[in-house]
């Protein structure tokens, strides 16, 4: 199967500050990329996505930037908030299935 | 709109017992799927549904079997529980499938001891 990745497992940010969740593809023929956010003891929720047509793509606070020549996609928080605490997950598309990666734990500190 | 919708949320089993999570999603979607979570692990496919009377295996099938009588219910079954299947089971769906971003329940955490 595909292998996502991350490169860290855990991040802490200060409240306010902006965080960056990277996440690395292998497969170069994957075409849509998604990321989700998963608060403890519920399941992951859509956050952003990107199609590999596109280098960046903006939502509330929140920016995808996808860079396909290294197979590398990062998730961009702008003024991180308590809320915003939870595991973020990146996925790629590639045929007809989504493949996961393991997830990054963003801590923010009051 | 409740969305995706899984009961049990918390379920003990016992080796060799078997049960049915459910899964039921009110949003009309063609597309139904089952993942496991499992810790430090990403979401795995068990099985998944491009609609009713349609499914078929993901990366992870061993051990489970699934039906699609309905759009809107994909139960999947545990025949004969082993330790190995202890994990967090969520249930998803999506409109059109790979192109269409996935909706999924609040899991249900099962432990088979």
């Known amino acids: 199967g595909e292998s996502v990745g991350l490169h860290l497992p855990t991040l802490s940010v200060q409240e306010g500050d902006n965080s960056i969740i990277n996440c690395a593809y292998s497969?170069?023929?994957?075409?849509?990329f998604i990321w989700y956010k998963q608060e403890s003891g519920k399941g992951p929720q859509f956050i952003i996505d990107i199609r590999s047509n596109m280098d960046k793509r903006q939502g509330q606070r929140v920016t995808v930037l996808l860079n396909k020549t290294v197979k590398h996609l990062s998730l961009q928080i702008a003024a991180t908030q308590p809320g915003d605490s939870a595991v973020y997950f990146c996925a790629e598309i590639a045929g007809n299935q989504f493949y996961f990666g393991t997830g990054t734990s963003l801590t923010v500190i009051p | 709109n409740a969305g995706v919708t899984q009961t049990p949320k918390f379920r003990i089993l016992k080796i060799g017992q078997s049960m049915t999570l459910q899964c039921t999603q009110d949003m009309n979607h063609n597309y139904m799927y089952w993942y496991r979570q499992d810790p430090g692990m990403g979401l795995k496919l068990i099985y998944y549904s491009v609609g009713a009377g349609i499914t078929d295996k993901g990366e992870v099938p061993n051990g489970y079997n699934v039906s699609r009588s309905t759009t809107e219910d994909f139960p999947l079954r545990l025949e004969l529980a082993a330790p190995s299947q202890t994990s967090v089971y969520f249930c998803?769906?999506?409109?059109?499938?790979?192109?269409?971003?996935?909706?999924f329940g609040s899991g249900t955490q099962l432990s088979v001891l």
């Open positions: 998803a769906s999506s409109k059109q499938g790979r192109d269409e971003k996935l909706f």
């Open positions: 497969n170069s023929a994957s075409d849509y």
